[in-house]
């Protein structure tokens, strides 16, 4: 069974960092590039960042560019994003998902996209 789950998130004021987590079980990174999505209240949903751990590709909103990175540990099958210099703006719900495609031109999202359960991240002013 394909399960994704995400941890990390939490009340942070501006300019602090938080370190996401999305721990991947039923598949490997090298089967599927994952994607971390974000929605605010009221919004619509966004992807913030991708990456392909198979050929290491990544792609970003420009909204995270300079402020966020990506990572993946496939020995613990796990894709982390570290957020730092964070704003009231980043404020939503992040999810991880599997999508089929991430590189550094762009990504694709698909209709059988695996995604987490989500987490909360506040950044208050």
């Known amino acids: 069974e394909v399960q994704l789950v995400e941890s990390g998130g939490g009340l942070v004021q501006a300019g602090g960092s938080l370190r996401l987590s999305c721990a991947a079980s039923?598949?490997?990174?090298?089967?599927?590039?994952i994607g971390w999505f974000r929605q605010a209240p009221g919004k619509e949903r966004e992807m913030v960042f991708c990456?392909?751990?198979?050929?290491?590709?990544?792609y970003s909103a420009d909204s995270a560019k300079g402020r966020f990175t990506i990572s993946s540990d496939n020995a613990k099958n796990t894709v982390y994003l570290q957020m730092n210099s964070l704003k009231p703006e980043d404020t939503a719900v992040y999810y991880c998902?599997?999508?089929?495609?991430?590189?550094?031109?762009?990504?694709?999202?698909?209709?059988?996209?695996?995604w987490g359960q989500g987490t909360q991240v506040t950044v208050s002013s």
């Open positions: 039923g598949f490997t990174l090298d089967d599927y590039a």
């Open positions: 998902a599997t999508i089929p495609h991430c590189a550094s031109y762009g990504y694709m999202t698909g209709q059988d996209d695996y």
């Open positions: 990456i392909n751990s198979s050929d290491g590709g990544t």
